[in-house]
């Protein structure tokens, strides 16, 4: 695929922003909905600020998830992924590689800096 209009991936980024619920972090990376809000779970930010659509910082389009500074931890061990879900729907919408894993324990809270998800432009 040669293209794909900025206004087209702005929709499927819209999404993500529109639909997320949750932000959990999780021990692995979760593939069903069931995964990220249970079993890999470790900790949850409910509600994140996610930004409008935008240049990706080399390509393509992105949404920028503004930085957790009060997520509360539930579970213990080590996380190394988000996952952003739409618990209404019981929908994964999006997962990835924290930027560096931590290790957290129940009853805490949890931090992040600021990430982006980011569509690359067509090739």
Excluded: W
């Excluded at 992924?81 to 999006?94: F, G, P, V």
């Amino acid at each position: 695929m040669a293209y794909i209009n900025d206004d087209i991936l702005d929709l499927a980024l819209s999404g993500i922003d529109d639909d997320t619920e949750n932000l959990y972090i999780c021990s692995q990376e979760p593939t069903t909905y069931t995964e990220a809000q249970t079993t890999y779970k470790l900790g949850t930010k409910a509600t994140p600020a996610i930004g409008a659509p935008e240049n990706g910082a080399s390509n393509g389009r992105r949404v920028i998830v503004a930085a957790v500074t009060d997520g509360t931890v539930d579970g213990t061990g080590t996380a190394t992924h988000y996952a952003l879900t739409d618990n209404s729907a019981s929908k994964l919408l999006a997962t990835g590689t924290l930027s560096s894993s931590q290790a957290v324990t129940s009853g805490n809270t949890f931090t992040l800096t600021e990430f982006s998800i980011t569509i690359p432009d067509a090739v």
